[in-house]
């Protein structure tokens, strides 16, 4: 099952308080390097400091109270579980979070901040799942899938309401793809709402599992991605790759070097703290100028949870 419009509609208005509705800038020099005129919608500013908010959310406040006494419970490479368990926190509801060893200092640490319950793991998708799995036979736990789930994707797409209201005439609108939650639900956003918007996606081309599956019309998945995009690696789901099948433009793959050099260029020309895998939708756009030239693009910078002790240009 797909979320509809209207189950977009109602998520904003349940989510509204305390998501932030972010702000979207603008950057001349960006403007000189692609040719176009790109409006970047931060996601680095929401709660939790990535987009994962808004479904998280979405999803722990569509819970009976039957459900929810028992908690909630996630396997994510971070931002997904940072944000779910900030979401668990304002319910005051528990949250089980499975989290793999090699995931960033910083997100472990926002994890226990907001008072998520740690499991490490080891860094693949099966023992994510079993850990995951066995906390919730134990004790009851609702699972919140990081993108396969309804509620989480109507969440994310509420990013989509906001970037229309706030960039009028909007031609193309680019954003990561990872497991597919966001890409999927800004594609139904924008069928609904703008359907002469284009919606790309942009991954790295170590994790590119979504461009793969389009080209090989069939899904096919990641086998131990390497990229340094660590909230990347996911693979789409069944449900994720039939609405990108269906409503994406295309997908633009980027190199190690190419996600690097975005991330320096958007600290140091627009000031702002931006992950690795929130930046590669501005570096596929940098990297396929001839596709976006002379049109007004919004790009999603995603998060800006950053480990500052291991900054990749360091």
């Known amino acids: 099952m797909s979320p509809t419009l209207?189950?977009?509609?109602?998520?904003?208005?349940?989510?509204?308080?305390?998501?932030?509705?972010?702000?979207?800038?603008?950057?001349?020099?960006?403007?000189?390097?692609?040719?176009?005129s790109i409006f970047c919608k931060c996601e680095n500013f929401q709660k939790g400091g990535a987009y994962k908010f808004r479904g998280a959310l979405n999803a722990v406040r569509q819970l009976t109270d039957e459900q929810a006494r028992c908690g909630v419970v996630t396997h994510s490479s971070g931002n997904h579980?940072?944000?779910?368990?900030?979401?668990?926190?304002?319910?005051?509801?528990?949250?089980?979070?499975?989290?793999?060893?090699?995931?960033?200092?910083?997100?472990?640490?926002?994890?226990?901040?907001?008072?998520?319950k740690l499991t490490l793991?080891?860094?693949?998708?099966?023992?994510?799942?079993?850990?995951?799995?066995?906390?919730?036979?134990?004790?009851?736990?609702?699972?919140?899938?990081?993108y396969d789930n309804p509620s989480v994707i109507a969440g994310q797409a509420t990013l989509a309401l906001e970037m229309f209201e706030q960039v009028p005439q909007l031609e193309v609108l680019v954003t990561p793809v990872s497991g597919g939650g966001?890409?999927?639900?800004?594609?139904?956003?924008?069928?609904?709402?703008?359907?002469?918007?284009?919606v790309w996606g942009?991954?790295?081309?170590l994790?590119?599992?979504?461009?793969?599956?389009?080209?090989?019309?069939?899904?096919?998945?990641?086998?131990?991605?390497?990229?340094?995009?660590?909230?990347?690696?996911?693979?789409?789901?069944?449900?994720?790759?039939?609405?990108i099948r269906q409503h994406v433009r295309g997908i633009v793959t980027v190199t190690e070097e190419q996600i690097i050099a975005a991330m320096r260029l958007v600290w140091e020309r627009m000031k702002l703290v931006v992950e690795p895998s929130g930046v590669v939708a501005l570096a596929a756009v940098l990297a396929a100028p001839e596709k976006f030239r002379g049109r007004r693009v919004?790009?999603?910078?995603?998060?800006?949870?950053?480990?500052?002790?291991?900054?990749p240009w360091q």
């Open 202 to 205: 942009a991954e790295p081309a």
């Open 207 to 243: 994790a590119d599992d979504a461009y793969r599956s389009l080209q090989e019309g069939k899904l096919l998945v990641n086998h131990d991605p390497s990229t340094i995009a660590d909230g990347l690696r996911a693979s789409l789901s069944e449900r994720t790759f039939g609405i």
């Open 182 to 198: 966001l890409l999927s639900g800004l594609c139904l956003a924008a069928h609904g709402l703008a359907p002469n918007t284009e």
């Open 6 to 36: 209207a189950d977009i509609r109602a998520a904003a208005l349940r989510i509204a308080n305390p998501t932030e509705r972010t702000p979207v800038l603008t950057s001349r020099s960006l403007d000189a390097l692609t040719g176009a």
């Open 298 to 311: 919004g790009v999603i910078f995603t998060g800006g949870n950053v480990d500052l002790e291991r900054l």
């Open 121 to 146: 793991c080891e860094p693949n998708l099966a023992a994510r799942t079993a850990e995951a799995e066995r906390i919730q036979r134990v004790t009851g736990a609702t699972f919140i899938h990081p």
């Open 81 to 116: 579980a940072t944000c779910l368990a900030l979401a668990a926190r304002e319910r005051g509801i528990p949250a089980y979070i499975v989290v793999p060893r090699n995931a960033p200092q910083i997100k472990q640490r926002a994890i226990a901040a907001f008072g998520g």
